[in-house]
């Protein structure tokens, strides 16, 4: 459903005499402060560029190199520090660790998307809960994971925790979003016949929530797989990540960088192709 | 059986949406409620079974002030009153046979509400209900790929499933074509026959009250302004109920 922005008030064409113009699109103060920033983060871009190059870089020796770098890692891609199986676990480690705090956070975040859903619940729960998720989001996925080896030490468990924390925060939000644009309706119908809550939220909820819980959910185990990866390399997570790492940045071995990068990329049309056939089945039940 | 006394809504708290509206709906009797857009009618009904809180005046069904229960009672009371809507309000993803079950599940344990434990003889029923609406053969189907008439008999037989005493419809035929109209509301009426279930309906088409309804009680401005069998309602009488002077009248007093 599109709410407006605001109330519309069509100005009439006589209140302003005969030059008036009836405009088509209100003046909104919002595209105008999202022109704005443009215009600074441009005029930023063209001051600082220029000074961030050091004066010893030689700008076509450089383009050079990267461009062998490229050509080495896509078009001589080759294993020596680690067998392809290896490779394979790795990535296998680091599909687990998205799909395992997917599925913790969709599960927590369902519950709290409820709880803080206004059809069921008084208003100032769903405004306390979406203002923590709020505040648990605005930190990045990366950096919670950072926190949490803090107190749990370098390694997998800082990983699965500090993920699944932000995904409960990210799916909260979107559940919520979702459940707030199905129609109202449906649960009202329910009230009307006198069921409670429960069978409510099981008979009139969830059937018109699940392609978006879905579609949401898949989107979110996208993300936490490539947050995985990153992982992995910044946190020692382990995984394809931290293989990434090594083979860049220890070994600087750019043939293997060039298999991990493929593995990676073949895995992430895998599921793309996953999630398309997943949604066309969903919506071909509807 | 139904009895409204002295109801009053104002949803804002200056302007009165209802003012004073007081009738009464016998066992087994069709009752049509009309009256201009904007009148009230759809808040009478939704005031009967409390969607709407916050009025004022009785609502007594078999002598029970609808206004003065508890939570659990109210739950206990709204089972016995179906209601029809105008958009069908069904669960559009789920079969016809499966949202027909829903009207059984405020007498079961929230536990089967959640898990849709029904029992034989409720599945049963529920398929005897959708036979008895011409829907036998679509019992299976997702609701999403009913018809409107189709969808509307469906709420009829989630409606009865629960074994109201009342029900209430509020346009139930506002979105529907001739035949289908016809078909929704000789369903209403046999129910009142045959079950002794009284239904109050809120309509827009005064032939069609005359036709189907015993009782006529016509809305204007939030007031009863007419109230009596349906044969009294001759063509000024409804003439009188969609007066515009009422309407201006209460948009005046704003
Ligand atoms: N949720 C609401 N909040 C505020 N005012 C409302 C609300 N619902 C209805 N009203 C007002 O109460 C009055 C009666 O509305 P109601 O919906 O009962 O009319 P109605 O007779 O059902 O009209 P219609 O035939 O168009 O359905 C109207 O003036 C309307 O503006
Ligand atoms: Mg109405």
């Known amino acids: 459903m599109i709410k407006p922005e605001k109330q519309l008030t069509i100005p009439t064409p006589t209140a302003k005499g005969p030059q008036f113009k009836m405009p088509v699109k209100l003046k909104d103060r919002r595209r105008v402060t999202i022109y704005l920033t443009l215009l600074v983060l441009a005029y930023l871009t063209m001051v600082t560029l220029p000074t961030m190059l050091p004066d010893h870089l030689n700008l076509k020796t450089a383009s050079l190199t990267f461009l062998q770098n490229i050509q080495i890692m896509f078009f001589h891609p080759g294993l020596s520090n680690t067998t392809f199986v290896q490779l394979i676990q790795a990535l296998l480690e680091s599909i687990l660790l998205a799909f395992l705090t997917t599925l913790i956070g969709s599960v927590i975040a369902f519950v709290l998307a409820l709880v803080s859903f206004r059809q069921l619940v008084p208003a100032w729960v ?4 979406q203002s923590f998720m709020a505040l648990i989001r605005a930190i990045p996925n990366v950096l919670w994971v950072l926190i949490y080896s803090v107190v749990f030490g370098l390694g997998a468990n800082a990983a699965v925790i500090g993920l699944t924390f932000h995904s409960v925060a990210y799916l909260t939000k979107v559940y919520t979003d979702s459940m707030e644009e199905l129609e109202p309706d449906a649960i009202e119908t329910m009230r009307a016949m006198g069921l409670k809550n429960g069978p409510i939220i099981r008979q009139a909820l969830v059937p018109n929530f699940i392609p978006s819980y879905l ?6 185990f996208e993300i936490n797989f490539a947050d995985a990866v990153a992982v992995g390399a910044a946190a020692g997570a382990g995984g394809i990540g931290y293989q990434l790492f090594m083979a860049s940045s220890f070994y600087f071995n750019f043939h293997e960088v060039g298999v991990i990068v493929y593995l990676i990329l073949v895995f992430a049309i895998l599921l793309e192709i996953a999630s398309y056939h997943l949604r066309k089945r969903v919506m071909g039940n509807q | 059986m139904l009895e409204v006394k002295h109801l009053m809504k104002s949803y804002d708290g200056h302007k009165r949406s209802l003012t004073d509206v007081s009738f009464t709906v016998a066992t087994g009797e069709v009752a049509a409620i009309i009256g201009p857009s904007g009148a009230g009618k759809t808040t009478i009904l939704r005031s009967i079974n409390q969607l709407i809180k916050d009025d004022e005046g009785q609502v007594l069904l078999n002598e029970l002030d609808m206004r003065q229960l508890n939570r659990s009672q109210l739950r206990q009371a ?16 789920l079969t016809a046979i499966e949202n027909v079950l829903h009207g059984c599940l405020g007498n079961k344990s929230t536990l089967a509400g959640i898990f849709s434990l029904y029992r034989q003889s409720e599945k049963e029923e529920a398929l005897q209900l959708l036979q008895k609406v011409g829907l036998g053969n679509f019992a299976y189907q997702q609701c999403r790929h009913l018809s409107g008439g189709q969808k509307q008999r469906v709420g009829i037989a989630r409606a009865l499933m629960q074994h109201p005493k009342l029900i209430l419809c509020d346009e139930p035929i506002a979105s529907l074509d ?42 204007n401005g939030g007031q009863v302004v007419f109230d009596d069998h349906a044969e009294a309602l001759t063509d000024t009488a409804a003439a009188q109920i969609y007066r515009k002077d009422l309407v201006l009248n209460e948009e005046a007093a704003v």
Do not use: C
């Not at chain 2, 009153?81 to 993803?93: A, H, V």
């Not at chain 2, 289908?180 to 129910?191: A, G, K, Y």
């Open chain 1, 215 to 220: 579609s949401w959910t898949f989107i979110r």
């Open chain 1, 126 to 129: 769903g405004l306390a809960i």
């Open chain 2, 78 to 93: 709204r089972q016995n009153i179906g209601m029809i809507f105008q958009n069908y309000n069904l669960i559009e993803p």
């Open chain 2, 178 to 219: 001739p035949k289908s109209s016809t078909l929704v509301m000789e369903t209403l009426r046999q129910l009142a026959i045959e079950e002794h279930i009284s239904v109050l309906i809120n309509l827009h088409q005064v032939d069609i009250s005359r036709q189907y309804a015993d009782h006529i009680i016509g809305i």
